[in-house]
C-alpha cells in the first residue's frame, strides 16, 4: 500500500472503540466475546490504537480487494466480489490469524505467515550457531510468527569442547535460552509461540522430556519429543535402544544404550501429568510428506510449528486458511439434512487460488521487510543475520509456494447432519470429507499450474514413491495424469490446525474438535454495589461473580429447529435431558470413545499432506497405563503427531454446568497427602542465611516452611540439594510431624525430623497461616499482597516476612499486576510480576528483592 492510500486512511472519520464494540456486537448477534476477540486481534489500527474499521465487513471488504488486486496478474481473475462473497460473515472461507490481520495493513511491517522453522540444517551446534537460531527466532516473532526449531545437533551433556568449559552443557540451558527469547518478543497483544523438539535417539532426550516439569522452566515454548519406528518396537517388545550423537549416525561420536520402555513410561508421566511432551512420529512424517521428496534440494523436514501442523524444512514458512464445514450443509439438524458436495468442491478451488494469491501478498510483504532492514541505520554486520534470514524465507515461499488450506466445525458438521462424532459412520463420513477436500486442492493445483506455471522445482519423478501421491493415483487417476503433464503449483497443501479464535467468529466447534460442551458455565466478576447485580459467589479474597448457562451457538440453532425456548430458565435436570436428546449428546470431548478419535484421526491423515493439530481430552481419573495406550494406536494407525489432555492437568476457562462433589479445596485435596514434592530455596537477609522448605501439588505452592541455616536446630541441608519430599509423620504420642527427606549422592534418604520445631516457633505460627490460606486456594500473588499488610515490630519476623515474600514471588504467573507496590526508579504503581520478579512496566526496571 502507498504513503498516499496510507494517508486516505488517516484522513477517514475516526472510528470509537465504543462504536465498534457496538456495531461488533451486532454482526456477531449478541456474541460479546466474538466481538471482543475480532476488535482487539484483527480490526485494522495504528500503533496509536486509532481504529480503521469498525465491523468485520469493513475487514472483509480489506482482504477481498487485496486479494482481487493479485487475481488481475492473472488469467481468468476472481473479481473482488466474487472474493468478497465466500468470506464474508465467516461463513465459508476464513482466512487465519496472520493473513486476516495483515492483508492490506499498511500499518505493521510483518508477515503474513503463521508459521515458521528455522534451524542449521544439523550442521552446527557451535556457540554462534545456536545464537544464530536464537537472533532469528526473535526476528521472526517481531513480525508475528510462530517458529520452530530443532535441537538434536547440539551435542549431549559432558561431551568434550575446545573452549574454557571443556564440556558440553547440554540441550536443556538452550530450551531455557530460546523460551525466555519467546517471552520477551511481544506481537500486538499476544506471545510469540514455540516449538522446541529433539529426536528420541538424541542422548539427552530423557532431560528434554524432564526439562519443564521437573525443572519448571522453559514455560515459553512447547515441547515434543520426535520418535522414530525403531523405538516405539522397542518399546512394544520391551527392547534396548541406542541413542547416537550424531543422532542416527553410522559412525556416532557417542552412544547410550537405554531401556526403550523406561524412557517411554516418562513420557508418557509427564504427558499424562501436564499435557507435554507432545509426540511427533517421526518416520511417519517423513514417510509421508511430499516436499521430502525434495529433501536432497533444502526441503528436508526437520521441526514443525507450535501447534505441530506443519512440519517444515529449515526457512520455509506456511500461512493458513479454514472452511467452515458447517455452512455446507443443508437444512442442518433437520431429518433432510444433507452436505452440499457441489458447493463444496467449488468453494475449495476459490480457496486454493485465493491461498497461492496469499503467497503472492506475502512475498511484497517480504520486500517490504528487506527494505526497512536496509533502511535501519545499524551496521550491516549488525544486520546480516536478519538480511539472510528473510532471503531465505522468500526464497522458500516462490520456490515451493507451500499452503496451508484446513478446516472448521467438524464437530458441528456430523452434529448437524445427525452423525455421533466418534461413531462409526460419523468417522466414515469425515473421511469421505478430507479425502474429497485432499483430491479437491490437488486438482485445484493442478489447473493453476496449468494458468500460472508449477513451483519451480516440481519433478514428478521424485514424488512417483511417495505414499500420499499414490493414494491420489489409487483414488482419481485422471487428476494423477494431469499433474504428470502440467505440474503443480504448490508444493504441499492441507494442514488441519486448531481454529481457536477463528472458531469464536465462525461460532462453530473448532477445527477437527469436537464440541468442547454444548451447555457450560462462564463466570463475570461483579461490582456487588451496582443495582440488580446477581452475585452467584464470593470467592476466597471478597471478589463477587456471577455465572451464567451458555449455550453453544449450534446447540442453540438445533433447540431452535426443535421449537424449544431458548430465553427460558433451565434447571440442571432440564439441561441435562436437553443434551440427551441432541445429536451432540456422547459426543462431546470428554465422553467420546478414545481409541475411535484417534482412529478417525489416522484414518483422515491419510488424506492430510502436512499433519494435524488434535488433543485427546480424557477425564482426570484416566490411568497412565491409558495415555500409553492411546499414544501406542496412534503410532499404529497412522497418525504423525499426538496431544493428550487430562481434565485438571492444566488450568482451564470454561467449567462443567454440572454440580460436582466437594473433594478439593481451590484447586488443591481437602486432606493432605502424607508426601509433598519440595523444592529448597535458599537467600540471603543482610548477612543471615535463610532457607525455605516449599511443598507442591501441581507445581503450585501448598505450604511453607521458612528459617535460618542453624547448625544447632538441625536445619543444615546442602548447597546441592534442590529438591526432596516433605512428609507428613506421628510421633509415638500421636501428634504430628512434618519431615524433611532428600537423596544423597549414594542415593540413600537423609531425614530432618520435625520441621516445626526445628524452626522458630513464631515462623511456625506464622508459616501455619500463610500454608493454610494457600491451601484454601489464594491466588499466590494475593498471598504476598497479605504478606505485605502483616506489620511485626521484631526485626527478626520481619526479616522472615520478607523470606517468604521472595520465596512465593518464584511461583507467580507472569504478567499479574503486584498492587501496592512501587517502583523505586520512576515510582510507578504500574508493576507486573515477570518470572518471580517485579517489573515496571512504565520504565522496564525490574527487582527479584
Not at 573452549?163 to 500486538?188: C, H, K, W
Not at 499476544?190 to 525443572?215: T, Y
Not at 478419535?597 to 485427546?616: E, F, L, N, P
Amino acid at each position: 500500500m502507498s504513503n498516499s492510500e496510507i494517508s486516505s486512511f488517516k484522513k477517514a472519520p475516526k472510528i470509537t472503540r465504543e462504536s465498534a464494540l457496538q456495531k461488533s456486537i451486532n454482526y456477531f448477534k449478541n456474541d460479546e466475546l466474538a466481538a471482543s476477540v475480532w476488535l482487539n486481534k484483527y480490526a485494522l489500527k495504528d500503533s496509536n490504537g486509532n481504529l480503521y474499521e469498525s465491523s468485520p465487513d469493513d475487514m472483509h471488504h480489506r482482504i477481498a480487494s487485496e486479494i482481487a488486486r493479485i487475481e488481475k496478474k492473472y488469467s481468468n481473475p476472481l473479481s473482488e466480489n466474487d472474493i468478497f462473497e465466500v468470506i464474508k460473515n465467516f461463513k465459508y472461507i476464513v482466512p487465519q490469524g496472520s493473513p486476516m490481520a495483515g492483508i492490506g495493513n499498511p500499518f505493521q511491517i510483518a508477515s503474513l505467515s503463521n508459521c515458521f522453522v528455522i534451524g542449521n540444517n544439523g550442521e552446527s551446534d557451535s556457540y554462534g550457531g545456536i545464537l544464530k537460531i536464537d537472533q532469528e527466532q526473535v526476528q521472526l516473532m517481531k513480525r508475528r510468527g510462530g517458529v520452530g526449531h530443532d535441537l538434536s545437533h547440539i551435542r549431549p551433556k559432558g561431551s568434550p569442547v575446545k573452549n574454557s568449559a571443556l564440556t558440553s552443557t547440554g540441550i536443556v540451558p538452550f530450551m531455557e535460552r530460546y523460551s525466555n527469547s519467546t517471552r520477551e518478543v511481544a506481537q500486538d497483544g499476544r506471545r510469540g509461540a514455540l516449538m522446541l523438539s529433539v529426536s528420541i535417539n538424541h542422548p539427552d532426550a530423557e532431560d528434554f522430556i524432564d526439562a519443564k516439569l521437573e525443572q519448571g522452566k522453559v514455560t515459553g515454548a512447547n515441547v515434543s519429543v520426535k520418535i522414530d519406528d525403531a523405538f516405539m518396537n522397542a518399546v512394544k517388545n520391551n527392547a534396548l535402544y541406542t541413542q547416537k550423537y550424531p543422532v542416527f549416525s553410522q559412525n556416532p561420536l557417542y552412544t547410550k544404550e537405554i531401556e526403550a520402555s523406561k524412557i517411554w513410561k516418562k513420557i508418557v508421566h509427564n504427558a499424562w501429568k501436564s499435557a507435554e511432551p507432545g509426540i511427533l512420529f517421526w518416520d511417519t512424517i517423513i514417510n509421508e510428506s511430499v516436499p521430502d521428496c525434495y529433501a536432497y534440494m533444502g526441503y528436508k523436514t526437520v521441526s514443525t510449528n507450535p501447534c505441530g501442523e506443519i512440519p517444515l524444512c529449515p526457512y520455509d514458512s506456511c500461512r493458513l486458511l479454514a472452511i467452515n464445514l458447517y455452512s455446507y450443509v443443508t437444512n442442518p439438524f433437520e431429518q433432510k439434512a444433507t452436505f452440499d458436495f457441489s458447493l463444496f468442491k467449488k468453494h475449495i478451488a476459490i480457496a486454493q487460488r485465493m491461498m497461492d494469491d496469499i503467497i503472492d501478498l506475502e512475498l511484497e510483504k517480504i520486500d517490504k521487510i528487506l527494505e526497512k532492514i536496509d533502511q535501519d541505520p545499524e551496521e550491516e554486520s549488525v544486520k546480516s543475520v536478519e538480511k539472510n534470514l528473510w532471503l531465505n524465507i522468500r526464497q522458500k515461499a516462490y520456490e515451493g509456494r507451500r499452503t496451508g488450506i484446513g478446516i472448521t466445525a467438524e464437530g458441528d458438521m456430523l452434529a448437524a447432519l445427525g452423525l455421533r462424532y466418534g461413531s462409526e459412520r460419523g468417522n466414515e463420513f469425515a473421511t469421505e470429507i478430507h479425502k474429497t477436500l485432499a483430491i479437491e486442492t490437488y486438482r485445484a493445483s493442478v489447473n493453476l499450474a496449468k494458468e500460472r506455471g508449477s513451483f519451480s522445482i516440481f519433478d514428478a519423478d521424485k514424488e512417483k514413491n511417495n505414499p500420499f501421491i499414490l493414494r491420489l493415483k489409487e483414488a482419481d487417476s485422471k487428476l494423477y495424469y494431469e499433474m504428470l503433464e502440467h505440474g503443480r503449483r504448490n508444493i504441499a497443501l492441507l494442514t488441519i490446525a486448531p481454529t481457536g479464535t477463528t472458531s469464536l467468529m465462525t461460532q462453530t466447534s473448532s477445527g477437527i474438535e469436537p464440541v468442547f460442551m454444548p451447555v457450560y458455565k462462564r463466570r463475570k466478576k461483579v461490582n456487588p454495589n451496582d443495582k440488580n447485580v446477581n452475585i452467584d459467589f464470593v470467592d476466597e479474597v471478597g471478589d463477587s461473580w456471577e455465572e451464567f448457562v451458555v449455550f453453544h451457538h449450534k446447540f442453540k440453532t438445533w433447540m431452535e429447529v426443535n421449537n424449544i425456548d431458548t430465553t427460558q430458565h433451565f434447571s440442571q435436570e432440564q439441561i441435562d435431558e436437553l443434551v440427551k436428546k441432541s445429536p451432540y449428546y456422547k459426543a462431546t470431548s470428554n465422553d467420546i470413545d478414545w481409541i475411535s478419535k484417534v482412529t478417525m484421526q489416522g484414518a483422515i491423515q491419510k488424506w492430510v499432506d502436512h499433519s494435524i493439530s488434535v488433543t485427546i481430552n480424557l477425564p482426570n481419573d484416566v490411568s497412565e497405563d491409558l495415555v500409553g495406550e492411546l499414544y501406542i494406536k496412534a503410532w499404529e494407525v497412522g497418525c504423525k503427531g499426538v496431544t493428550v489432555y487430562r481434565d485438571g492437568s492444566r488450568s482451564g476457562v470454561l467449567i462443567s454446568n454440572e454440580e460436582k462433589k466437594k473433594e478439593t479445596i481451590g484447586n488443591f485435596p481437602l486432606k493432605r497427602p502424607q508426601i509433598l514434592e519440595a523444592e529448597v530455596v535458599r537467600f540471603q537477609n543482610q548477612k543471615e542465611k535463610w532457607i525455605a522448605l516449599v511443598g507442591l501439588i501441581d507445581e503450585k505452592p501448598y505450604e511453607i516452611f521458612t528459617g535460618l541455616i542453624d547448625d544447632e536446630n538441625g536445619i543444615v541441608i546442602p548447597q546441592w540439594v534442590e529438591k526432596g519430599d516433605i512428609v507428613k509423620n506421628y510421633n509415638e504420642d500421636g501428634s504430628s510431624r512434618y519431615d524433611f527427606q532428600y537423596k544423597n549422592k549414594l542415593g540413600y534418604k537423609t531425614i530432618i525430623e520435625g520441621l516445626s520445631y526445628k524452626f522458630n516457633p513464631e515462623f511456625w505460627n506464622y508459616a501455619k497461616l500463610i500454608s493454610g490460606v494457600m491451601r484454601h486456594g489464594m491466588p499466590i500473588h494475593k498471598v504476598i499482597e497479605l504478606i505485605n499488610t502483616l506489620h511485626f515490630d521484631n526485626n527478626s519476623i520481619n526479616t522472615w516476612k520478607s523470606g517468604v515474600q521472595r520465596t512465593l514471588k518464584r511461583y507467580v504467573e507472569d504478567g499479574i499486576i503486584a498492587r501496592g507496590q512501587t517502583c523505586d526508579n520512576c515510582h510507578s504503581k504500574e508493576l507486573i510480576y515477570q518470572e518471580g520478579c517485579l517489573t515496571c512496566k512504565d520504565c522496564g526496571s525490574s527487582k527479584c528483592g
